[in-house]
């Protein structure tokens, strides 16, 4: 993934999010870097794996959305589940 990643200045298609609105894509991946990190990190292991996740949500996702979501994390009221 990590290498699919390098070489484009955005995600490569993913056949889990077929449709045009790709809100259900960085959404998705938004959850899986936090949970990717939670869970390695509870382990004591480095976290890189868990970059591709960071650099697809980074690359679709409104900068606004994101710091809406980094926020509700931090106050404890981010309605996925992490």
Known sequence: P???MS????PPFDPRF???NQTRNYYQNFLDFHRCTKIL??????SSPCDYCRKVYHS???LSWLQRWTD???E???PGKI
């Open 7 to 10: 070489n484009h200045s955005t």
């Open 41 to 46: 990190k509870r382990r004591g292991k480095d």
């Open 72 to 74: 509700q994390i931090r």
């Open 76 to 78: 404890g009221t981010f």
């Open 2 to 4: 990590e290498s699919a």
């Open 60 to 62: 679709l996702c409104p």
């Open 18 to 20: 077929p449709n045009q």
